[in-house]
Each structure stands twice: as C-alpha cells, then as structure tokens.
C-alpha cells in the first residue's frame, strides 16, 4: 500500500491539493442529492400538503386521477433511469483493475504524473491508465467491478466512447505490459495513455449516461 506523506505546515500549493483531494472524495459526491431524488421529495412534499375534501365530488376525484399519473411517471422514470443515488453508492468499489485502491481520478493523474517526472514509466502508465478507470465510475458511465481485466474494460469503455476504441485497446497493451510483463514502459507509451485520458475527459458523458457493467473478462 501506498502511503502519503503530508507536510506539517503545507505551503500553499500543497494545502490547495490536500483540500481538493479531500472534497474528491466520492463521498462528498454521494450525500447530495441527485435531481431524481429533488423531485421525488416534492412530489412527496406535494401529496404531504393536499387536504382532500370530504364526500366523492369532481375535486376530490381530480386529485387523485392527478395523484395516479404523477405515480406512473414516477414509476417510469425510474424504469428508465433507475435509482440514481443508490445506483452511485453501489459502484463504488475498493478494487481498481486487480489492485485494491481508493485513490481518486485526481490523485492517480497527479501520480501519474509524478511518476513520469521521474522516469518510472511502469507507475506513471499503470496509474493514468486507472485514472481513466476511476474517472469513468466517477462520472456514473462505466464502471470497473471487481475482477474486471484491463482489457475487459477497454471492450466497455469503448462502447460509451466508440471513437477512442483503438486508443483504449492499446493503453490496455500497455497497462498490462507494465503490470504483467515486466516491460519497461516508455514516455511514448506513457503519452498515449495520457492523451486518451484527456481526451475521454473532455468528451461528454453519453446521453443517457447509464452505467455499463464492465463484467467481461
């Protein structure tokens, strides 16, 4: 396990980083409220407030005919797009790409880079190449479950982004050459990887955007 070493009195910089990686954090993330979960609270809040008035007049019945189409939208939206807070929580896992790691897409890329700095390509290739991993569970698109394979997620990713198909299939090349192989890397190899990872970063999620289970193997 990697072990971060903190600063006693951080400068600057350093305390602007440890900040934006703690608010990074995808717990912050899960405990606001999704726009699925905004609506249904007013709908609830809605339905909390009516006061039906006695007997089986055309208000009363109004109210419920109302009552019954909100319920059946609501029922379909979430055949549609599911529940998305619980959705959210359930992907997060502890497992990266056979590694146990918590880190960020911010904090893999900031190592990554690190990495690069100092010419350990092997570390700079295999951490962008899980930034890209992390970056797309954390945008609720593609999701890397446990014992999913660098290229079993290529193969996933590639559905979402079917224009980066190539590139993803050779960072994985790469991600496995340094992991498995025992090959050196390259800042060429390193480049790839990283210019991938801008590029899906800069592209919008899908419309839907909903998860796709990077099962295969």
């Known amino acids: 396990m990697m ?8 400068d600057a910089p350093d305390a602007r980083d440890l900040l934006l990686d703690e608010l990074s954090d995808p ?3 899960e405990s606001q409220p999704t726009w699925f979960d905004l609506i249904a609270q007013s709908v609830i809040d809605w339905f909390s407030s009516l ?3 006695e007997g089986d007049g055309p ?5 419920v005919i109302g009552g019954i189409v909100l319920a059946a939208a609501i029922a379909a939206a979430i055949l549609v797009y599911g529940l998305p807070r619980w959705r959210t929580r359930s992907r997060l896992t502890s497992e990266l790409l056979g590694e146990n790691d918590r880190r960020t ?3 893999l890329r900031r190592d990554a ?3 690069a700095g100092a010419g350990d390509w092997p570390r700079a290739i295999a951490d962008r190449y899980r930034a890209i991993a992390r970056a797309l569970d954390e945008r609720t698109i593609v999701t890397a479950l446990p014992g999913t394979t660098a290229h079993g997620f290529a193969r996933s990713a590639a559905q979402q982004f079917p224009e980066h198909a190539g590139q993803l299939e050779a960072a994985a ?9 025992d090959r050196p890397g390259s800042a060429d190899d390193y480049a790839l990887v990283r210019t991938l990872d801008e590029a899906i970063d800069a592209t919008p999620s899908p419309l839907p955007a909903l998860a796709d289970r990077a099962g295969a193997r």
Request: hydrophobic residues 50%.
């Open 3 to 10: 072990l971060r070493v903190v600063p006693v009195e951080p």
């Open 27 to 29: 717990a912050y993330a």
């Open 51 to 53: 006061r039906l008035a």
């Open 59 to 63: 208000p009363a019945l109004a109210l």
């Open 105 to 107: 897409a911010r904090q």
């Open 113 to 115: 880079e690190r990495a």
């Open 173 to 181: 090349d790469h991600f496995d050459g340094v992991r498995y192989l």
